[in-house]
């Protein structure tokens, strides 16, 4: 069964920095998306980031653009969100999530990992 | 980028009944892409329906989904008590990949 688990998250001061990983297995497919999804406390989804296989298609939520970097290392099966320049709204569990290709919708989450932005 | 409004915010019904849920976009969503998840409290979202009406793996076929271009439905023929969630629809034609702000079923 596929498995996506999370990691990396924490408290983390404004303007301040955090790396999330997500590490994959048991995939049957080779080329498949990563994503990040993120949900405040209470509140609904939303689409962060994501990356194609071979990380030739990369695309960013507005909201994030200029501070969040989504790379992956297929050799080690993990997704990373580098997170600069964290705010208090970027305060959410981050869920990594996997589709077949780009356009396709997201068929494994994570359990997620909590980001808390505050002084 | 496109947006996904869903109706009703929520929906309060009892077990054994009809469950119809709408998702609206703002523009065309080519080819079905539009999928639907669950999600219950304290855990991740699960798949529900891809490309507008396929049930994911494991689904029961009391879920189905209908709709095209603007306008989707999610429906739940008999409610049983661990469908009591909230439910999102999204879209995957284009990135971004919306969406909307969720529909909660609860126990009347």
């Known amino acids: 069964e596929v498995q996506l688990v999370e990691s990396g998250g924490g408290l983390v001061q404004p303007a301040g920095s955090l790396r999330l990983s997500c590490t994959a297995s048991?995939?049957?497919?080779?080329?498949?998306?990563l994503h990040w999804v993120r949900q405040a406390p209470g509140k609904g989804l939303e689409w962060v980031s994501g990356?194609?296989?071979?990380?030739?298609?990369?695309d960013y939520a507005d909201s994030v653009k200029g501070r969040f970097t989504i790379s992956r290392d297929n050799a080690k099966n993990s997704l990373y969100l580098q997170m600069n320049s964290l705010r208090a709204d970027d305060t959410a569990f981050y869920y990594c999530a996997k589709s077949s290709g780009w356009y396709y919708e997201f068929d494994s989450w994570g359990q997620g990992t909590l980001v808390t932005v505050s002084s | 980028e496109i947006v996904l409004t869903q109706s009703p915010g929520t929906l309060s019904l009892s077990p054994g009944e009809r469950a119809t849920l709408s998702c609206r976009a703002s523009?065309?969503?080519?080819?079905?892409?539009l999928a639907w998840y669950q999600q219950k409290p304290g855990q991740a979202p699960r798949l529900l329906m891809f490309?507008?009406?396929y049930r994911a793996t494991g689904i029961p076929d009391r879920f189905s989904g209908s709709g095209s271009g603007t306008d989707f439905t999610l429906t739940i023929s008999r409610l049983e008590p661990e469908d009591f969630a909230v439910y999102y629809c999204?879209?995957?034609?284009?990135?971004?990949?919306?969406f909307g702000p969720g529909t909660k079923v609860d126990i009347k």
């Open positions: 999204q879209q995957y034609n284009s990135s971004p990949f919306t």
């Open positions: 990356i194609s296989w071979d990380s030739g298609t990369i």
């Open positions: 523009q065309s969503v080519s080819s079905n892409y």
């Open positions: 490309g507008a009406s």
């Open positions: 048991a995939f049957t497919s080779d080329e498949y998306a």
